[in-house]
């Protein structure tokens, strides 16, 4: 037998990483040239040393920062116990894991998962059952409206009721039964609503459309309306939940509590992929055995950090740190309008920033601020999303938005 040495990044340069990355990794991404070996708090660094304000947090995957200590902390306790037991068993961390979710967001139940997206395909497969059973909409008939610009993950259902044609272009055939209404618009939803109308599912801000935010009464005009016409309202906060906003839930900013709340990205502390529907207990009892699963969905080391990032929310400190910091956020990307900024959209610790496209491309742009040492990521043409951990200092944000100021006015 011939023993050869493990394959190691070692001593590998960042071009030759990419490079090798470009040959022997699906190009499904188009990641901005850096390679990142070591991280903490907001901060990353890659392979040759060069250090960088991390102001993306993995599309708010991150809001704790990178290695939040009291998460390593709980991760590395649970690893020492047991890791994995599939739901053919229990385990003692799952419990205490909903408990907290129904505290957090005050609906009752969680149905444990992985990734956003299967949250997403989980919520579409309660909505459609509860739609049968409950409202008695006749077998395959149940519809979903959804808004016009929405982003809710990738899978074949998913992409089936997104208008982006770089989602789409190539994956079909399509999953039926979804509706699309304009974002932000009442009355077509209104309008759209029959009796086949199993629920309405919307992100409370879109945040891969350019953190879209409606106008103020939109998130209490849809629960009304659904509350009326006996519809579920189902809010994806995969990105918007979990502090990013100010508040624990974005729907928060008006008061609205949903049916069925999806959550993801941060659930897992930066961790391992943790996502869950939080629902009503008499919408989440339609599941029975067997109908519906995830092998490591649930599991007790995602329920450990899982709970961990509950604690820290609990605390209401990383809400608080979200409204304060926000408030510098917009101050200054007031003080960039018309200097580099054609507009922008903020909540909390979370913006949208329309950089003028005479200065550059949103691509163009973010890589001007990597060679400055800041991370973000451009999102449709001339769009720069910021969503720095939750964590960051004043004095670090204030950094990071004078290197914005530099790029974008020298
Ligand atoms: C609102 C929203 N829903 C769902 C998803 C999908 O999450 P995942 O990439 O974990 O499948 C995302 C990811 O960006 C998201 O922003």
Known sequence: ?????????AHRSSADLIEAEGLTVAHNYHPLPVVVARAEGVWVEDVE?????????????????????????AARRQLDQVTLTSRAFHNDRLAGFAEGLAELTGLDMTLPMNTGAEAVESAIKVARKW?????????????????????????????????????????GPFTPGFRTVPYDDLAALEAAIDDTTAAVLIEPIQG????????????????????????????????????????????????VLPDLVLLGKALGGGIVPVSAVVGRREVMSVLQPGEHGSTFGGNPLAAAVGSAVIDLLRTGEFQQRAQDLGEILTARLTALIGRGVLSFRSRGLWAGVDVDPAIGTGREISERLMAEGVLVKDTHGSTIRLAPPLTITADELESALATMEKVLTR
Do not use: C, W
Request: charged residues 20%; glycine residues 12%; hydrophobic residues 35%.
């Open 1 to 9: 037998m011939t023993v050869t040495a493990p394959v190691t990044t």
């Open 208 to 255: 891969e459309a350019g953190v879209r935010i409606p106008s103020p009464g939109y998130l209490e005009g849809v629960r009304e309306l659904t509350r009326r016409s006996g519809v579920l309202f189902i809010a994806d906060e995969i990105q918007s939940g979990l502090g990013r906003t100010g508040t624990t839930l974005a729907v928060a900013y008006e008061s």
């Open 49 to 73: 040393g060069r250090r960088y304000l991390d102001m993306l947090a993995g599309y708010s995957a991150l809001n704790f920062g990178h290695r939040h200590p009291g998460l390593v902390e």
């Open 131 to 171: 739609a049968y059973e409950s409202k008695g909409v006749p077998e395959d008939r149940a519809t979903i409206i959804v808004a016009s610009g929405n982003f809710h993950g990738r899978t074949t259902t998913i992409v089936s009721f997104s208008d982006d044609p770089t989602a789409r272009t190539g994956f």
